[in-house]
């Protein structure tokens, strides 16, 4: 570890200058020119920087594309890609980082943004360092995605051949350098809308409709069912959760308590290894809700009108322990006097497309801790492991 040239203090510098910059998800122009000066500064050629059009394919609001740095290689040996993302969630808007000893912290109004700053300054600290000491090295691209907190849409839409046939890929966005995640489940996003008919709770209940009851009989059937949360069958498992319950958008359900509810909108998602499997919990709510709605009537036999919709979001993948990018992955955590740990994830990454436009990736940690939240720091003794970890994926000769 000690031979792995990395300027700890200048890495730490990028890491600081980052977090200084705004750029919640969607909202990424200012963090990727401010990653741009920093290549700039530490030697890379306006010529190796590009952006894509991908913010005119994602369908929500985005400032700009996806940034790519391509690196000759000084060595022959086939292209390696290493990841990140530019946005942070939300709850970053407004941060002010802080060293406290061996981390940095928000000031707790807010979270810090660690997520993905950390990832920024590992890709700029990587190239800063084979710049520098002019180490052997393949060709390599480095990209910094753009909405990877609302949907991976930055990997997803982006054009496969942007990614100039790389062999593998390594993203970084996790907490520990140790932790390889090799693999992650895929995601089936659902929506239902209920549309019942208003009445006067008190003097008519029975002319009304309401959209509400429909609503929660449909989840008590999905409970029951074992569909609901965990879910664990003979022939497959995941996850579920209706996570939005509400009525028209920036309103609740309902308008008042002595009103039957004649709205609701649900929106859902099921999570599996399998994505065949994702689509089987959505047809179980499909059905619960289907149900609920005959269930549900006013006086004169009249149901409510359900619209349940379903798509995926993302596909799962996951890489054999002994597949070239997971195998290099492992050598380099050995390489740095550490005890790999191959990981499957129940969130979705940027891999997740990666994968799919085939390249297989490796998502590696660098200090991320209490991500999303207003306790998240970073660890900065990490952030430096996972910094040399880079350096040793990018250099190793395996």
């Not at 919640?24 to 306006?46: F, H, M, N, R």
């Not at 489940?185 to 509400?212: L, R």
Request: glycine share 10%; with cysteine; hydrophobic share 40%.
């Amino acid at each position: 570890m000690n031979s792995i040239p990395l300027d700890v203090q200048a890495a730490e510098e990028h890491l600081m200058r980052f977090l200084a910059v705004e750029g919640v998800t969607g909202e990424e122009a200012a963090i990727g020119q401010a990653v741009v000066e920093e290549l700039k500064k530490i030697g890379v050629p306006a010529s190796a920087i590009r952006f894509d059009t991908v913010h005119e394919r994602i369908p929500l609001p985005t400032q700009t594309g996806n940034l790519y740095v391509d690196i000759p290689g000084n060595r022959p040996g086939p292209r390696l890609l290493f990841s990140t993302h530019l946005d942070t969630v939300p709850l970053c808007a407004g941060a002010k980082a802080k060293r406290e000893g061996d981390k940095i912290v928000s000031d707790g109004t807010t979270a810090l943004g660690g997520d993905n700053r950390t990832g920024c300054a590992v890709l700029v600290s990587l190239v800063e360092t084979l710049l520098k000491h002019n180490l052997p090295h393949p060709p390599i691209t480095l990209l910094f995605t753009v909405r990877e907190e609302s949907g991976l849409h930055g990997a997803r839409e982006l054009k496969p051949e942007d990614l100039k046939d790389a062999a593998m890929c390594f993203n970084v966005d996790g907490k520990l350098a140790s932790e390889l995640i090799i693999g992650a489940v895929g995601q089936e996003n659902w929506d239902v809308e209920i549309t019942g008919k208003a009445a006067h709770a008190g003097v008519a209940p029975e002319k009304g409709i309401s959209a509400t009851l429909v609503a929660s009989i449909a989840l008590t059937e999905a409970h029951r069912g074992g569909w609901f949360g965990k879910v664990t069958k003979p022939h497959g498992k995941g996850t579920s959760n209706p996570g939005i319950f509400g009525g028209k958008p920036g309103k609740p359900a309902g308008d008042a308590t002595n009103v039957v509810t004649d709205y609701v909108h649900i929106v859902g998602e099921a999570r599996s290894p399998e994505l065949t499997f994702a689509t089987e919990i959505c047809q179980a709510y499909r059905a619960a809700f289907a149900k609920a709605q005959a269930e549900v009537t006013d006086a004169g036999g009249a149901k409510a009108d359900v619209k349940f919709t379903s798509k995926p979001s993302y596909p799962p993948f996951n890489l054999p322990a002994d597949s070239p990018a997971a195998a290099r992955a492992i050598k380099a955590v050995e390489s740095l006097g550490l005890k790999p740990i191959t990981i499957f994830s129940n969130g979705g990454l940027d891999a997740n497309w990666l994968v799919k436009h085939g390249v297989p990736t490796v998502t590696i940690g660098a200090g991320q801790y209490e991500i999303h939240t207003i306790k998240e720091y970073i660890d900065l003794p990490e952030f430096a492991q996972g910094c040399r970890l880079a350096i040793l994926l990018a250099t190793l000769d395996f």
